[in-house]
């Protein structure tokens, strides 16, 4: 198999000779240092464009031949033409190389399907320029491999129960992986045999994939352009303490590290991790979870951030079945070695300066949802006892609404716990650390330069939007199906622990009468077009799942233009403290989905959020708060350290898993992961060009 950092290779020079992958295929062409393929593909461009009487002789048999592709590399044949034609002619073979790739990629379109409209576009060129000898090489695989467009991915085999890594070139039978020192190797089978057109052969039971970070960073700064508006970080001016913030560049998070975000040629990236099912919620009974792991480059404006080309898509966690809270390091070690490398920095060629400059990386946010955030950051989970991430707040005291009275939790006695867990040699001594602090190992801890409390982002769309605002609207006025722990929610399914008949249906806060006052509402609205319109039979069974942004709309929108006349104008005494109890809910909601915030408005927020819990308990004494309303409290510091938390949601990476789901796949789960990975790749590298 290759090695970790090299290439196949397709030039003249490399075609003659023949290789075998992992997988027992046999390729034509020789794995090179990719810088090596760059030099041998100039090499190649330069010998064409060279005219000699041996090679006009062979394009001019070429143009007598059928219209089947040949298999050198892809060129445009006809009758000798002038140097400006010929470089219209090479632009006109671009554009059409890039429409194959992403009908291809981006639409779904078959490889069949793409050569189709090559030979239509090849019959439009033949009339247009009049050259009926023109040839097109119609393989959209010629097309993105002239574009350049494969990523450099790193594979290995993987255990399909604990996730321990091996190299393909010594796989041992059985996992030898061990959870603790003195626990008992894994013991699972690596390997299984794969009927194959060729006969039986021995393969990984699963392969795990990364893309290589310093491959990735070496194109992402290669690209015309990329480095002027990372610049722009470095000169920006962070307002006045206390002062309005309106992204993280003018919060005190962009300072943490010292100098190191103000620093030419210093890079801060945001890590997110979170699961999701490719099968999107239900196909067939099926339920299966892959993790994407994606980095996203904050020295990036907002508009810029989150682009296909600007993400570094970091690695997929092999299915069907997610990595547990212990055995996630070994998914994510192979990434953090990557980018522990770049913090004392690597001469990397850019494009202002092709010949090498340092580069230094540095992780600041964790980001995702809340069960994510729990195995990444080694958290507890929330029906620990100290369920807390952020403060050492015990489960029993989850209505203590005085923030005063809390421990905050610190990153070096967080490090200290972590490492004494790792240090334990048997699972009963890890399992008491883990009781006594509430902390596992986490892979994070190696980058030693992060504060692991602080640098987590508390993820506003999976906390609020389908957290605390979905529970008010089903658990409390009794709209809806009631979210549980068996509930087919792929994103908030561990966000609620599940309370059997625990729902306002004996006191519902919103009679009949009140709920089609609602619908009407939201039929008749008149809203701005980039807003959604939430289902005119909210509530209803059948208009499935609200999206996160719905309830946003819901509550900050919709609900306060229809419920505050009804409830104000109401006789009912009870009726009066629904209405003061839903003011402190949608005011806490507008501040907290602000793009603009400032500590004082944090302030504001926390007092809403305080007598809205406080008026709930109050009107709802049989319903139990849950861990998600004591994280919510924590917001109040997110905003005063981060700025406006919806500069860092979830939304945008959310929307790249939906990417991922859209990926074609053919349902091959032991290939689906790296699939979709590298498709997600390709899209970057097709989108920048």
């Known amino acids: 198999p290759p090695t970790m950092k090299t290439v ?26 990719p810088s090596t393929r760059t030099n041998h593909r100039s090499a190649a461009a330069t010998a064409k464009a060279t005219p000699t009487p041996a090679r006009q002789q062979k394009r001019r ?19 000798a033409t002038s140097a400006p034609t010929n470089a219209l002619h090479s632009r006109i073979i671009l554009l059409i190389f890039l429409l194959m790739a992403w009908l291809h990629i981006w639409c779904g379109v078959s490889q069949e399907q793409v050569g189709a409209v090559a030979l239509v576009l090849q019959i439009v060129l033949q009339a247009a320029l009049k050259q009926p000898g023109l040839r097109l090489r119609r393989d ?19 255990c399909p129960r604990c996730f321990a890594r091996y190299e393909l070139g010594a796989i041992p039978e059985f996992c030898t992986h061990r959870e603790s020192p003195r626990s008992r190797p894994c013991g699972e089978r690596l390997e299984m045999v794969r009927h194959t057109a060729a006969g039986p052969k021995l393969v990984p039971q699963r392969l795990y994939s990364t893309q290589n970070f310093e491959s990735w960073l070496q194109w992402f700064l290669s690209r ?21 913030m309106h992204g993280i560049w003018d919060s005190p998070a962009w300072s943490s590290l010292g100098s190191f975000t103000t620093t030419q040629g210093n890079l801060t990236f945001a890590f997110f991790i979170d699961w ?30 989150y682009l296909p080309e600007n993400v570094y898509f970091a690695g997929m966690t092999p299915g069907p079945f997610e990595p547990s809270v212990t055995t996630i390091t070994n998914v994510l070690e192979r990434i953090v070695d990557g980018l522990r490398a770049f913090w004392d920095g690597k001469c990397l060629s850019t494009h202002r300066n092709p010949e090498g400059r340092m580069i230094r990386v540095g992780v600041i946010p964790l980001q995702g949802d809340t069960p994510a955030l729990r195995k990444a950051g080694g958290q507890a ?69 992060r504060s692991h409390v602080r640098f987590t982002v508390i993820g506003v769309m999976h906390n609020w939007f389908e957290g605390v605002l979905q ?16 509930s087919d929610s792929d994103d908030d399914v561990d966000e609620f622990e599940d309370y059997p008949d625990e729902m306002a249906v004996d006191n519902p806060a919103l009679d009949d009468a009140t709920v089609q006052i609602i619908r009407d509402c939201i039929a008749d609205i008149i809203l701005p077009t980039d807003i959604e319109r939430p289902p005119v039979n909210l509530g209803e069974a059948s208009h499935g799942k609200l999206k996160a942004s719905l309830y946003y709309t819901l509550f900050a929108i919709i609900l306060p233009m229809c419920l505050v006349e009804h409830w104000e104008s109401s006789p009912n005494a009870r009726d009066a403290e629904l209405l003061q109890n839903f003011y402190e809910l949608a005011s806490a909601t507008i501040i907290i989905g602000s793009f603009a915030v400032s500590n004082a408005d ?30 919510a409290m924590h917001n109040t510091d997110q905003m005063k350290f981060w700025g406006p938390l919806m500069a860092l949601s979830e939304f945008p990476y959310e929307r790249m898993n939906g990417m991922f789901q859209r990926t074609s796949t053919n349902g091959h789960i032991y290939e689906m992961d790296y699939t979709m990975l590298r498709q997600a790749c390709k899209r970057g590298r097709l989108a920048a060009q």
Request: proline letters at 6%.
């Open 471 to 486: 529970d008010h609207l089903r658990r409390f006025w009794g709209l809806g199906k009631v979210p549980t722990q068996d």
């Open 276 to 305: 999701f099912n490719p099968l999107t919620n239900r196909i067939a009974g099926k339920k299966i979870s892959y993790g994407a792991i994606m980095l996203c480059c904050l020295n990036l404006p907002p508009e810029l951030r």
């Open 140 to 158: 959209v695989r010629t097309a993105m491999d002239t574009l350049s467009l494969e990523p450099t991915i790193d594979r290995s085999a993987c």
């Open 602 to 631: 944090a302030d504001r927020y926390l007092d809403h959020y305080v007598r809205y819990r406080r008026s709930k308990r109050q009107l709802w004494p049989n319903l139990k708060s849950r861990p998600n309303d004591h994280y």
């Open 224 to 244: 015309p352009g990329i480095e002027d508006i990372i610049d722009k970080s470095y000169e920006h001016k962070r307002p006045a303490p206390g002062g309005t």
């Open 381 to 449: 989970g929330h029906s620990a006892d100290q369920f807390c991430a952020f403060c050492t707040l015990r489960l029993a005291d989850i209505d203590n609404l005085n923030v005063h009275t809390w421990t905050a939790r610190s990153g070096a006695d967080v490090r200290a716990a972590a490492e004494l867990w790792r240090a334990a040699q048997t699972k009963k001594a890890r399992q008491e650390i883990f009781v006594e602090h509430g902390v596992r190992w986490s892979e994070l801890h190696r980058l030693e330069y």
């Open 61 to 79: 048999a070429r143009e007598s031949d059928s219209d089947e592709p040949d298999t050198k590399r892809p060129r445009v044949s006809g009758s």
């Open 8 to 33: 196949l290779c397709t030039c003249p020079k490399c075609i003659t000779n023949t290789v075998v992958d992992e997988y027992g295929n046999e390729l034509r062409g020789r794995h090179v240092h």
